[in-house]
């Protein structure tokens, strides 16, 4: 079992452009999560899909949206990136209460 | 903006000691997880403890909940220079649906000492 996995693992952009990041969740897992990390804090909740739809919006701006596709898969993307958007962002995919981590994509924006 | 916090921030302890991180709330929940990170990297699940569970183990960790206090704990012992790393508690909220969205504390960064 692969696991989780996100890529890339390291993206640098500037200000205003727009990034596109993928994860893949567990196997047999339905649900996925994202999360954005900023340095020396705790995870902070973007959104959630499942079944293709956004389930759950945690306080991001419009910037911020995502894709589920038929095999679970997800994508975040993020549009006129800020400096403030450099953080380690985090998926998560689960089938019922346990959320199971990838390891992360680090996006800095200069 | 975070649930709850955990206490220490840091804690600096030899191989062979034993570690304890609380963790506290704010809101009811469905369940209490722990997760570990290293050096910024993903999270590794620990342990899920639900509201009804008083105490769990898995290996060398020990996790506690006091719901009447919103309050948690995560024993670690005998520990080891492998496990230097931060742990984070996250909750779910009472009544969310299954594999909701999780709230994190702030972490606390263990460094265990050869």
């Known amino acids: 079992d692969a696991g989780v996995t996100q890529s890339p693992t390291h993206l640098i952009k500037t200000r205003g452009q727009q990034v596109t990041l993928r994860c893949s969740p567990k196997?047999?897992?339905?649900?996925v999560s994202w999360y954005q990390q900023a340095l020396g804090q705790g995870p902070q909740f973007i959104f959630q899909?499942?079944?293709?739809?956004?389930?759950q919006r945690g306080n991001f701006p419009d910037r911020f949206s995502g894709h589920q596709f038929p095999n679970y898969s997800s994508e975040l993307n993020v549009n006129a990136l800020l400096l403030g958007d450099s953080a380690l962002y985090l998926c998560?995919?689960?089938?019922?209460?346990?959320?199971?981590f990838g390891p992360g994509t680090r996006l800095t924006v200069l | 903006s975070q649930q709850g916090e955990e206490d220490p921030q840091a804690l600096s302890i030899q191989e062979g000691e034993n570690a304890t991180m609380n963790c506290s709330y704010k809101?009811?929940?469905?369940?209490l997880q722990w997760y570990r990170q290293n050096s910024g990297r993903g999270l590794v699940h620990l342990i899920l403890?639900?509201?009804?569970?008083r105490e769990k183990h898995s290996g060398r960790l020990r996790v506690t909940l006091d719901t009447s206090k919103k309050s948690s704990s995560l024993l670690i012992t005998a520990s080891r220079a492998a496990d230097t790393a931060s742990y984070f508690c996250?909750?779910?909220?009472?009544?969310?649906?299954?594999?909701?969205?999780?709230?994190f504390g702030e972490g606390t960064q263990l460094t265990v000492n050869p």
């Open positions: 899909y499942y079944e293709e739809e956004e389930r």
């Open positions: 196997s047999g897992h339905d649900t």
């Open positions: 403890i639900r509201s009804n569970e």
């Open positions: 809101t009811s929940i469905n369940n």
């Open positions: 996250a909750t779910d909220g009472r009544g969310e649906t299954s594999g909701s969205r999780l709230t």
């Open positions: 998560a995919s689960s089938f019922f209460y346990e959320q199971f």
